[in-house]
């Protein structure tokens, strides 16, 4: 079993910076495939970004390509996600999930929810000036 929990959340303004951690317990978290998902008030989870295992392949959606990085750091089992010029409709409850079979990271089958295994709590992000 994999616990993944999610830190860095908070209130910005516009235009704003803020960098979310997920960090995870399990010594074979290096072979994982990695995403941040997020879910707005009223609407349904959607895909942010996927790292693979290596960390040498990311996709992102395009809602968020050019502003957010998905990164990773193996030694620390923890995934991140830096967001620069955040907008209004960035607010939502970000969370990361793992997929242990350690998928290759393509735009088919890593945006899906059901890619993934394992799931933190959330981080809550708003934006609001």
């Known amino acids: 079993q994999v616990q993944l929990v999610e830190s860095g959340g908070g209130l910005v303004q516009p235009g704003g910076s803020l960098r979310l951690s997920c960090a995870a317990s399990g010594s074979i978290f290096s072979s994982y495939t990695m995403a941040w998902f997020r879910q707005a008030p009223g609407k349904e989870r959607e895909f942010v970004a996927a790292i693979s295992w290596s960390g040498g392949r990311t996709i992102y959606a395009d809602s968020v390509k050019g502003r957010f990085t998905i990164s990773r750091d193996n030694a620390k089992n923890t995934i991140y996600l830096q967001m620069n010029t955040l907008e209004v409709e960035d607010t939502a409850v970000y969370r990361c999930?793992?997929?242990?079979?350690?998928?290759?990271?393509?735009?088919?089958?890593?945006?899906?929810?059901?890619?993934?295994?394992?799931w933190g709590q959330g981080t809550q992000v708003t934006v609001s000036s």
């Open positions: 999930g793992a997929d242990r079979s350690g998928a290759y990271v393509n735009s088919l089958a890593s945006v899906r929810e059901n890619e993934y295994d394992y």
